[in-house]
């Protein structure tokens, strides 16, 4: 089946500095999702990309869907502790969800 | 806007039993999915119901889960019996339509604990 990626596996980071995290794939994707999940609660959606080379941002979040539609990228500015967490990539091809492992993030204040 | 509500939030069985997890979806969406995530892993979909006829079922362990959405809204998610590696946290999730990004929401999760 499709697999992904996600890299780093953990990140400690100090409060203020920016984040980049990424998803890679061997399969295409049609559509490309970032969530993030705190403990004990489900993934909750960041960002949703539906074409190659797309770039949205939600606030300090900008996330990046891949030319070759193979990969994506997320990265966070300017950290808050309230950006702990664990962020997903998941991608889409055919109706079929595949998620990556997630990016635990830590920041110190 | 309620959430997607889930219950029990935690369980925990020994192994060869049974165990049945509810899910109540947003009202008015019409697909629900059933994803298990294991620690340290991201979720894997189970079973992806479209009102309440199954879409995708390609990954459910049917010789021992199964899943129901009578009438189109609640689902049930059973696993029968029950085996140590069936230890995960089981989310319920929902959309307006098939694409899981138009509106989905997932729910807490249920915490299976298998002895």
Redesign the interface.
């Given at each position: 089946g499709q697999q992904?990626n996600?890299s780093p596996q953990s990140m400690f980071i100090q409060e203020g500095e920016d984040v980049s995290m990424n998803c890679t794939s061997s399969s295409i994707f049609n559509?490309w999702?970032w969530y993030k999940q705190d403990p004990?609660?489900?993934?909750?959606?960041l960002i949703?990309l539906y074409k190659a080379g797309e770039l949205t941002s939600n606030g300090r979040l900008t996330a990046q869907f891949g030319i070759t539609r193979k990969d994506s990228f997320l990265n966070i500015s300017a950290s808050i502790p309230s950006d702990v967490g664990i962020y997903?990539c998941?991608g889409?091809n055919a109706?079929?969800?595949t998620?990556?492992?997630?990016t635990t993030l830590t920041v110190k204040p | 806007e309620a959430g997607v509500a889930q219950s029990p939030r935690y369980k925990i069985i020994e192994k060869r039993q049974s165990v049945a997890f509810w899910c109540n979806p947003i009202s008015g969406h019409a697909t629900l999915y059933w994803y298990q995530q294991i620690l340290g892993q991201g979720p894997k979909l189970l079973i992806q119901f479209q009102n309440n006829g199954v879409v995708d079922d390609s990954q459910l362990p049917k010789d021992r889960f199964s899943a129901e959405r009578l009438k189109g809204v609640d689902s049930t998610l059973k696993i029968q019996p029950a085996k140590l590696e069936d230890s995960a946290v089981y989310l319920c999730a929902s959309s307006l339509d098939k694409n899981l990004d138009r509106g989905s929401n997932f729910g807490p999760g249920t915490r299976l604990t298998v002895t």
């Amino acid at each position: 089946g499709q697999q992904l990626n996600q890299s780093p596996q953990s990140m400690f980071i100090q409060e203020g500095e920016d984040v980049s995290m990424n998803c890679t794939s061997s399969s295409i994707f049609n559509t490309w999702l970032w969530y993030k999940q705190d403990p004990g609660e489900g993934p909750v959606l960041l960002i949703a990309l539906y074409k190659a080379g797309e770039l949205t941002s939600n606030g300090r979040l900008t996330a990046q869907f891949g030319i070759t539609r193979k990969d994506s990228f997320l990265n966070i500015s300017a950290s808050i502790p309230s950006d702990v967490g664990i962020y997903f990539c998941a991608g889409f091809n055919a109706g079929k969800s595949t998620f990556g492992d997630g990016t635990t993030l830590t920041v110190k204040p | 806007e309620a959430g997607v509500a889930q219950s029990p939030r935690y369980k925990i069985i020994e192994k060869r039993q049974s165990v049945a997890f509810w899910c109540n979806p947003i009202s008015g969406h019409a697909t629900l999915y059933w994803y298990q995530q294991i620690l340290g892993q991201g979720p894997k979909l189970l079973i992806q119901f479209q009102n309440n006829g199954v879409v995708d079922d390609s990954q459910l362990p049917k010789d021992r889960f199964s899943a129901e959405r009578l009438k189109g809204v609640d689902s049930t998610l059973k696993i029968q019996p029950a085996k140590l590696e069936d230890s995960a946290v089981y989310l319920c999730a929902s959309s307006l339509d098939k694409n899981l990004d138009r509106g989905s929401n997932f729910g807490p999760g249920t915490r299976l604990t298998v002895t």
